[in-house]
């Protein structure tokens, strides 16, 4: 059974900076790529993070300001929000790449 939680959302002003956790199940984890998804209002979800073990990759709308991490021995995905934006105010959601079932995510609000 996926088990996926997702931590950390809040409201912040823009500039401002968040950092994102997310609990796995090992059975998605451990060998597979991690990503950080997001769904604004009214839009599609998307994928603005990926991390495997050897490299990262970014939306170029978060690039620059979104740091993703992870540390196997907790199960545990990071994603590091700097210079936040209004534009970046969506539910966050984390799972693998491609996804497998969903968890509740995480709102993010950006104020301006």
């Known amino acids: 059974q996926v088990q996926l939680v997702e931590s950390g959302g809040g409201l912040v002003q823009a500039g401002g900076s968040l950092r994102l956790s997310c609990t796995a199940s090992?059975?998605?984890?451990?060998?597979?790529?991690m990503g950080w998804y997001r769904q604004a209002p009214g839009k599609q979800r998307e994928l603005v993070a990926t991390i495997t073990r050897d490299w990262t990759n970014y939306v170029d709308s978060v690039k620059g300001r979104f740091t993703i991490s992870r540390d196997n021995a907790k199960n545990m995905v990071y994603l590091q929000m700097n210079s936040l934006k209004p534009e970046d105010t969506a539910v966050y959601y984390c799972n693998r790449v491609p996804p497998v079932g969903w968890g509740q995510g995480t709102q993010v609000t950006v104020s301006s």
């Open positions: 090992g059975s998605i984890f451990s060998f597979n790529t």
